[in-house]
């Protein structure tokens, strides 16, 4: 429940910090004349939405398990992860599509003075990313780490808008549209960052393979239990922020049944007090 709460309260910031941005881009953008600021305030508008989005998901995944969905409704956090990866597509291609159309007509250089609008920006949306993922790791949410892949993927388009403006300044006549020329890598760039965030939330809905460390720790943390000689198999699949364990444990061939069936509660009642974010723990007895 902790980490739920964790979770979405990182993303009701998410949603304010975007929300000012949009409002801080686009005025900026306008009143300085950069497209590529206005281009920044679109994505911005995306993030607003998709962290709206991920708050919304994070809110119903925190519903109990029930008779349709045993393993609880955490799996709605990866679906929210691919919506929120179609904003960041969308959001790139109209930035691409508007980047192109200025490159081919005439442009007015940039105010200089959006350049410090741009490091502020930069500054704040690092800070913002370090602050989500930090979260993110701590709460285990695919939802939450592609939140703040939004964060990071905002700071290297306003770090390129920065550079392209700058060296337009510099070079003076000529090179007005080199801003633009940064806003269209800035939209290659979140089809590439929508790549990243899209495949491990894949890899949950799958459920792939990919939580050795968690695999080893239980494997240890279950021969702390007495009468456990060994452990066999051990999968895991994760919903949400919770993970669920099949586990396959050898015990001594020469003990009863019953104590074979005490020594598997034992264990699983030792695994969910040792680790907050297992939801769940089904024991095979095998004997040695």
Known sequence: MGQHKTAIQTSLFSIISNLSLVLIKGL????????ALIADAIESTSDVFSSLLVWAGLKYSQKPPDENHPYGHGKIEPL???????????????????AIQNIMTP????SSWTL???GGIII???????????KSKETGSTALKADAWHHRSDAITSVVTFIGIGVSHLLGEGYENLEDWAALFASAFIMYNSYLIFRPALGEIMDEHQYDDQI???????????????????FIRKSG?????DLHIIVDSTISVKEGHDIAHELKAHLLTNFSNIGNVLIHVEPD
């Open 216 to 234: 080893e720790k239980i494997r240890l943390a279950s021969k702390e239990v007495q009468g456990v000689l060994d452990t066999e198999k051990c």
């Open 80 to 98: 929210v992860t691919f919506l929120v990866v179609v904003f960041l597509v969308v959001s790139a291609v109209f930035i691409a599509f508007k």
């Open 124 to 134: 704040w949306k690092e800070i913002s990313f370090q602050y989500v993922n930090k």
């Open 116 to 118: 410090w609008i741009l």
């Open 241 to 245: 922020m919770t993970y669920y364990v």
């Open 107 to 110: 442009q007015v250089l940039p």
């Open 28 to 35: 900026a953008g306008i009143l300085g004349n950069s497209f």
